[in-house]
């Protein structure tokens, strides 16, 4: 696909004269293109909705997500990533970022890696299994290191899922589970990292949350997996406990003390007047899925 097919790569008629505008100006213009990212996430819905879906039974067998990209999309991968585990309590390798040029790229631009198919293709060897799902991510949708990675994925017999901006592109037609989310042509032109980016980020956002509600990793709209690994995080967990159990503050950082931090142990701890060890065995019998352990619980 050439370049200047793809909308990402075209010339923004709003923004033609961007050099000349004010810098009020130019922040309203941005700010009304980035409108249209959520209108364009919004029609891509039912592909999101299908990856997700595919993904959670993934996960549910005990697999895990690869996400592999290159320059400001694979960024956004490690980024989304790296925010798993402080978030909602699960192991760094259950979602894992991979990005062209290794992490070196991941602060540095490192643009000709996205072009090397053969390093997207080995960067899978001995890292994924039949038993995963691999998310291919490329603003483009025609990035060879993708397209490779994607490729091998298939091989192996992962899930396969690719993300682009851009309409039938040559990732989507690799991937078991295509998303495209056409945000149109960006207001500096071919800079992905705005719109495109955008709409990168909230994609990815979807998935990890909707995979992580999905798993039990949340309680009501409470992040009851959270690592109380600062002041603000604990703070947050004892806000938690009070919220899920309509105890007092004292009582909820008393609790939290005695579940070493653990929401879902205090909450569970005051629910049934239970020791720690009850309530953690509980969610071990539950594979770690608080919604499940709590009804377990309830009917002994």
Known sequence: ????????EQRNEKSVHLDQLSVRE?????NQEDHTVAVSVQAALPQITSAIEAIVQVMKKGGRIFYIGAGSS???????????????????????GLIAGGERAITRSIENAEDDYEAGRRELT??????????GIAASGTTQYVIGALR?????GALTVALSCNSDTPISAV????????????????????????????????????VMIQLGKVYGNLMVNVQATNMKLKDRVVRIVREATGVTEETAGIMSDHAKG????????????ISYEEAIRGLQEAN???????IRLAKR
């Open 1 to 8: 696909m050439k370049a200047e097919l793809l909308t990402t």
């Open 175 to 210: 991937a078991q589970y295509p998303i495209e989310v056409p945000v149109g042509p960006e207001i500096v032109t071919g800079s992905t990292r705005l719109k495109a980016g955008t709409a990168t980020k909230m994609v990815l956002n979807m998935i990890t949350t909707a």
């Open 126 to 135: 001995d890292k994924v299994t039949s038993s995963d799902a691999v998310v």
């Open 74 to 96: 694979g960024r956004l991968g490690v980024l989304d990533a790296s925010e798993c585990p402080p978030t909602f309590g699960v192991d760094p390798g259950l979602v894992v």
């Open 26 to 30: 130019t922040v309203e213009l941005m």
């Open 152 to 156: 091998e994925a298939n091989r192996i």
């Open 288 to 294: 770690g899925h608080f919604g499940n352990a709590f």
């Open 262 to 273: 653990d929401a879902r142990a205090a909450i569970l701890m005051l629910k049934y007047q």
